[in-house]
């Protein structure tokens, strides 16, 4: 890895990223310069990202992640207070725990349609998160995965997820209208409760059951499409 006088930090290699920690020995090598580093470059050959590999950068605005890179690890990017715009390539098939965690300003994430798995609260706290869409190949929404996305007006299920965690989307204040899939198995509880500005709710037949207080609060709901 090098860094720059302009802050760019560029990793290059082959394989998989190592796994860090917080303390000691198991930080990254480049942890003692977070007050420089305000882009990541990671080049081709590195085929996963580690875990806290760059938890609590908070100067990082951009980061670039090539095709090849198959995982991006547990809180990978979490507090990466700065982090605006990520292009997460269509050869990443996992996302980690709490991977990109109260990243503020991230607006818009392109989930690619490889991605099978979303561990817990990976995009929790993402207040400034406008869209996502879920594509067809992750079977599960896991828990908090969206919570307190404050800002988050779109959502697109793809047909395919069976399961939304609990408290999925809870508090996701600026979503307006959701469709749920007919290919939901399980509906967690709470799993859209305190989305205070969702007005219209369509089910989709094929849905066997909803969780308790899924929609608890959801006081602007005024329109329900129930199948059958």
């Known amino acids: 890895w090098t860094l720059d006088s302009e802050g760019t930090l560029t990793i290059s290699g082959s394989g998989k990223?190592?796994?860090?920690?917080?303390d000691g020995s198991e930080r990254s090598p480049w942890r003692g310069l977070v007050e420089n580093i305000k882009t990541v470059k990671i080049c081709d050959?590195?085929?996963?990202?580690g875990d806290l590999a760059f938890f609590d950068h908070r100067l990082i605005t951009s980061v670039t992640i090539p095709e090849g890179v198959t995982?991006?690890?547990k809180q990978a990017f979490a507090e990466c207070w700065k982090l605006e715009r990520i292009n997460i390539p269509s050869s990443v098939t996992s996302i980690g725990t709490e991977a990109f965690y109260g990243c503020r300003n991230l607006e818009s994430v392109k989930l690619p349609e490889q991605l099978t798995s979303i561990g817990e609260s990976a995009f929790s706290n993402c207040t400034g998160l406008t869209s996502v869409t879920i594509p067809s190949g992750?079977?599960?929404i896991n828990s908090y995965t969206f919570n307190n996305c404050a800002m988050l007006k779109s959502v697109t299920l793809s047909y395919g997820i069976q399961n939304i965690g609990y408290c999925a989307f809870h508090k996701?204040?600026?979503?307006e209208a959701v469709t749920i899939p007919g290919s939901i198995v399980e509906f967690g509880t709470f799993a859209f409760s305190e989305c205070s500005g969702l007005s219209s709710l369509?089910?989709?037949?094929?849905?066997?059951?909803i969780g308790n207080c899924a929609f608890l609060e959801c006081n602007s709901?005024?329109?329900?499409t129930i199948p059958g």
């Open 17 to 22: 990223m190592a796994d860090y920690g917080i």
């Open 45 to 49: 050959g590195v085929t996963s990202i």
């Open 71 to 73: 995982r991006i690890g």
């Open 138 to 140: 992750v079977e599960s």
């Open 172 to 175: 996701c204040n600026s979503l």
């Open 202 to 209: 369509t089910l989709e037949d094929g849905i066997k059951k």
């Open 221 to 224: 709901l005024t329109a329900v």
